[in-house]
């Protein structure tokens, strides 16, 4: 138990540089919930002085004053409680915020490899539902953990004070309130951890029917997630009944054990009122003042359960923040040649997926001259696509070399390779945004005139015009409310908007009729003269619309040349090709 103390304490630790900037509202809101509590508790003392004072020697002079004194004790009770909640109610949401924004811009910096990894819903989950339990934790959990701790000790001070037996029947009871709230503790956070884990999974189901909904009604698959659904949330569920019946049974300590004190306080005070060794104001008082402690009390095991919840939860956070950052700018970025040709090479390259001992490419080689379109072929899982990540490194080599004019990509300035690379990628990704955003994507001082000269470049601007507003029309999620060619064609003009020197092409025109197709392809080579376009081909009409073909056969470059020439001198070449047209017509 003192193992998972020292780790809940250490995890907790790791939100110092978070809490640091917002210390003083902290200290503060503590301060002010601390003082309104002993004013709460200052109310049976001057109960005792009234009731042993002009009440038992019915001299009523001095009472208006002593309930004027208990009127302005609770009033500044509740005035305190209110300067609390304003004091920590915006840095503790401040802090949540901050944490949230450091999550989604590393979210952005991880290479591709995590995110194919990770779930959404593990990461939307924990952008959410883990960092609003972070600022519970500042508002609230942290807060009282202090104050009731210490008003817990100076009440039991109090009591002694005021009868040591009356104060020693509710410390026997205190004591194993206290000892059963850890055990619990321990017990609630693997459950808390186990829900929390449940509810990441439970998202991505439910992102996953959203997203997915055309492919489920038209398969008839609607039942199945539904069935998966409702399996996973059973989970959940039960998870979520356990931690009510460790609370359940928390709480049924926490009330017994207290109303035991304050009846044992009842027994020995009235004895002893008989006996004339208490008075009646120094019951009252005992008793006042033990059920005000009933609050600090009962919420220990709570607040712990809260504590460990957000341990869970920060834990999960820095899961992904202790990513490392595999893929970033030198410190020392080498300049390109100005102007930039373009040339890109691949020399001896290999690569492998982290945590994988199968390498995907096995020594690549491939010079793309200046202003050279090559088409790259291959079977399902030669490594086409991989070889497309390599040049704007969205993935880095294992081994050998990716250049661009001579320069290794490794060393350049990232934003300036992704400037000068353009990428568009096989499945046409668009946001809830307007055209005009959407194309521009990470350039907004773009004009219209140049989201218009790549939106012609890309066959797109006929169909723009034709939307209810043009250029600001917002466009659905995922760009579902468009064609397949449509979303396909925007996708192209946003890779083109940058003027790049290289073209990267992740076989995006796969959702074009091949006229439209040729027409994209001659518009290219019309109006960006010299760029530098390597294009995966999974139709032959692709292939025949380049300058050279590369063939990729299990992670290696098994040929390189004119598509009439390796058709007429290539029999594997010949067989891959066949093999396009088959799956081509089969679409």
């Known amino acids: 138990m003192k193992d998972q103390r020292t780790s809940t304490a250490a995890t907790l630790r790791r939100l110092w540089p978070y809490l640091k900037p917002v210390r003083t509202p902290i200290l503060l809101s503590t301060a ?16 005792q002085r009234i009731v042993d004072g002009p009440v038992a020697r019915r001299e009523l002079d001095a009472l208006p004053w002593l309930i004027g004194l208990v009127l302005a004790l609770g009033c500044a009770e509740a005035a305190l409680f209110y300067a609390r909640r304003k004091l920590i109610a915006g840095p503790a949401a401040d802090v949540e915020a901050r944490m949230r924004a450091d ?27 883990d960092l609003s339990a972070v600022r519970r934790f500042v508002a609230f ?80 698959r609607g039942p199945l997630l539904a069935q998966r659904f409702l399996r996973q949330a059973r989970e959940l569920r039960a998870t979520e009944l356990a931690k009510v019946r460790i609370f359940a049974a928390l709480w049924a300590v926490l009330i017994i ?50 504590t460990n919840q957000t341990a869970s939860a920060v834990e999960r956070y820095f899961e992904v923040l202790d990513e490392p950052v595999a893929i970033t700018s030198p410190d020392r970025p080498r300049p390109l040649p100005v102007p930039v040709r373009g040339h890109v090479r691949f020399e001896g390259v290999r690569f492998r997926h982290p945590g994988s001992d199968r390498e995907v490419l096995r020594g690549v080689d491939l010079d793309i001259r200046p202003g050279e379109t090559v088409a790259l072929v291959g079977a399902t899982g030669s490594g ?93 999620e995922q760009g579902l409310s468009l064609s397949g060619g449509q979303r396909q064609r925007l996708a192209l003009a946003r890779a083109v908007v940058g003027r790049p020197a290289v073209l990267v092409l992740d076989d995006p025109l796969s959702a074009l009729d091949v006229h439209t197709e040729a027409e994209v392809e001659a518009a290219l080579r019309r109006v960006l003269s010299g760029v530098t376009a390597l294009v995966v081909a999974h139709r032959p009409s692709t292939v025949q619309l380049a300058d050279r073909v590369a063939m990729l056969v299990d992670g290696r470059v098994a040929a390189v040349g004119e598509h009439r020439r390796l058709l007429a001198e290539n029999e594997q070449y010949r067989h891959l090709l066949s093999t396009l047209e088959d799956e081509e017509v089969a679409a």
């Open 141 to 220: 959990v942290v807060i009282f953990l202090v104050v009731n701790s210490l008003v817990l000790v100076v009440g039991l001070g109090v009591l002694f004070w005021l009868s040591p037996l009356l104060g020693a029947v509710v410390l026997a009871c205190t004591l194993p309130m206290v000892a059963l709230s850890y055990l619990f503790e321990t017990r609630f956070k693997v459950v808390a951890r186990r829900a929390q884990d449940q509810a990441g999974d439970l998202t991505t189901v439910v992102e996953e029917s959203v997203l997915g909904i055309r492919v489920l009604k038209a398969f008839g």
């Open 103 to 129: 999550l989604y811009h590393h979210l952005q910096r991880l290479p591709v490899a995590f995110h194919d990894r990770w779930q959404s819903g593990q990461l939307l989950s924990r952008a959410t539902t």
């Open 32 to 47: 002010s919930a601390l003082l309104a509590m002993l004013c709460g508790l200052g109310i049976p003392l001057i109960t």
């Open 384 to 476: 086409k696509t991989t070889v497309t990540a390599l040049v704007p490194r969205l993935a880095d080599v294992t081994a050998g070399r990716v250049t661009v004019d001579g320069v290794d990509v490794r060393d350049l300035d990232l934003a300036e390779l992704r400037r000068v690379v353009g990428t568009a990628f096989e499945e046409p990704v668009l946001f809830s945004a307007a055209v005009t955003e959407n194309v521009a994507l990470g350039q907004p001082d773009l004009d219209q005139a140049r989201v218009r000269e790549a939106l012609r470049v890309a066959r797109a601007e006929e169909f723009v015009d034709a939307l209810p507003w043009g250029l600001d029309t917002r466009i659905g």
């Open 257 to 306: 054990l207290p109303e035991l004190g304050i009846a044992g306080q009842l027994a020995l005070g009235s004895m002893g009122i008989a006996q004339g060794t208490t008075t009646v104001g120094t019951l009252v008082a005992a008793i006042t003042v033990s059920a005000y402690l009933r609050w600090p009390t009962d919420s220990i095991g709570w607040l712990l359960a809260e």
